[in-house]
């Protein structure tokens, strides 16, 4: 990656930034169409892998966007983790990432939570939140739908699609703790049931 | 309006609040803001639940990560800036270490077919997870003060526009995002003349 290629990076995180309304993993689908799809900086199976390690690990969900900026700074030092230069350039695209993704809603929060907190019974707050409400769900579904695509095989894949529904079913309607389903899922998966 | 920092107890210095936050990070698998609640309002008593519901809503509205405007905003009020950074670089430090270890080590066993395998069964459930988190949140489009039908609508076409037509965000979020606050708006308005 050049120079320029850097700066573009850091400029798609901080123009993301604002956008990530109801929550980092709604930028996910837009990631994807952009370092996959758009530049190639990053694999399909490292980006899936990026989002699964970053639900299975504890901390924020916008951690997975220095997962996915690790990764490119992989790719970008020539593949495999090995010495110190691929480490320093994984360590510089997860920063990237991170401080792009994070600095513009982080300054607009801290500006605006005073006023939003001394009118937030105005009528502009309330349909700004309300209003936002209903794209946060059908962005949400769209993100897991991207992650669920399928990969080719049918059985196999039915059987992803199922474990996929089961678990949406699960978490919608009972109060399981998420762990348990992330280590049945990692336990189908590791004696390749799925 | 403003929450005042009455006799509760509280975190006496900056690095008190780090630690706290980290401490709450690293508990927090598939999502930090169940444990941010049960650590800060029940566990320590530092927020009332009034208190935590007020500032997650303005949390929310607010692009980014909602965790981590939910740390920004509480850190500001008791330290100002550096009790701000404290509490996003707790939420952050540890758990970002954590998952770029994992990261690097997946890259040593990516070839492993249990690995591999574990990873896809855990993106399944990831993808279901944010599914179902999404048809919770759908519940509260039923009672959504534009009505169910504007409100599902919208939602739905959210997902078509980013799940199946593939369409920037950005798009997204002015177009249906403006109707969508457009309608709110005149419905609240409307609720309020009557």
């Known amino acids: ?194 | 309006m403003t929450p005042t920092l009455d006799d509760r107890p509280g975190p006496r210095t900056a690095s008190e609040l780090f630690w706290a936050f980290s401490a709450m990070a690293l508990q927090g698998f598939g999502g930090v803001m169940a444990v941010v609640q049960r650590e800060l309002v029940e566990r320590r008593g530092w927020l009332s639940n009034e208190q935590f519901v007020e500032d997650w809503a303005v949390a929310q509205v607010m692009p980014g990560p909602n965790v981590c405007n939910l740390a920004l905003m509480y850190g500001d009020r008791l330290f100002g800036w550096r009790g701000a950074l404290a509490a996003l670089a707790g939420l952050l430090a540890f758990p970002l270490v954590l998952l770029l270890t994992l990261g690097a080590l997946y890259g040593r066993f990516a070839q492993h077919a249990a690995m591999v395998g574990a990873l896809r069964g855990m993106g399944a459930v990831a993808a279901g997870l944010i599914a179902g988190t999404a048809l919770k949140l759908a519940d509260s489009l039923r009672r959504h003060p534009m009505g169910a039908l504007p409100a599902l609508l919208l939602a739905a076409a959210a997902f078509a526009g980013v799940a199946l037509a593939r369409l920037p965000l950005h798009l997204i979020v002015f177009v249906l995002g403006g109707a969508a606050y457009g309608l709110t708006w005149r419905a609240l308005r409307r609720g309020e003349r009557r």
Do not use: K
């Open chain 1, 1 to 194: 990656m050049s120079l320029a290629d850097w700066a573009h990076l850091l400029l798609f995180q901080l123009s993301l930034s604002l956008l990530a309304v109801g929550g980092a993993v709604t930028l996910a689908p837009e990631m994807h169409r952009y370092l996959v799809q758009g530049q190639g900086w990053l694999g399909d199976a490292q980006f899936n892998a990026s989002i699964a390690l970053a639900q299975a690990a504890p901390g924020p969900n916008v951690l997975f966007i220095a997962l996915l900026g690790w990764n490119i700074g992989l790719n970008a030092a020539g593949g495999a983790p090995t010495g110190l230069f691929a480490l320093a350039s994984a360590t510089f695209g997860a920063a990237v990432c991170v401080a792009g993704v994070l600095t513009p809603s982080s300054l607009l929060t801290l500006f605006a939570a005073r006023w939003a907190q001394r009118h937030q019974d105005r009528l502009a707050v309330r349909a700004f939140r309300q209003g936002l409400s209903s794209l946060v769900v059908g962005i949400m579904l769209a993100t897991s739908w991207l992650l669920a695509q399928p990969s080719g095989r049918w059985r196999e894949d039915g059987l992803l699609w199922l474990l996929t529904a089961v678990t949406a079913l699960l978490v919608w309607r009972t109060r399981l703790h998420l762990l348990w389903l992330l280590a049945a899922g990692a336990l189908l998966g590791a004696l390749g049931w799925v």
